[in-house]
């Protein structure tokens, strides 16, 4: 059974930094595309970033210069480091295996105070 938790969400000023886990178990991140997602209220999910299993990364032009993508492959963990952080990337943040139909994980809300 594949499992994605999210974990280090919280309230930020803006300019600020956080980092986001999204700790896998039932498939192994480092061959499969993982990829993180958000939906600010009232909004649709959007596509922020994602990385390929050779280690390829995109990103949305609304992030991109600003977030960071990543895998500790000996932690079956993907990452999302956010760095100069604004109002607008106030979100509840998800992360999505890109096996079979796609999992998803219950997301972790980031606040981006003015």
């Known amino acids: 059974q594949v499992q994605l938790v999210e974990s280090g969400g919280g309230l930020v000023q803006a300019g600020g930094s956080l980092r986001l886990s999204c700790t896998a178990s039932g498939i192994i991140v480092s061959i499969n595309a993982m990829g993180w997602y958000r939906q600010a209220p009232g909004k649709q999910r959007e596509w922020v970033a994602k990385i390929l299993s050779g280690g390829l990364t995109n990103y949305a032009d609304s992030v991109k210069g600003r977030f960071t993508i990543s895998r500790d492959n000996a932690k079956n963990t993907v990452y999302l480091q956010m760095n100069s952080l604004k109002s607008e990337d106030t979100a509840v943040y998800f992360c999505?295996?890109?096996?079979?139909?796609?999992?998803w994980g219950q997301g972790t809300q980031v606040t981006v105070s003015s």
């Open positions: 999505k295996a890109f096996v079979s139909a796609g999992y």
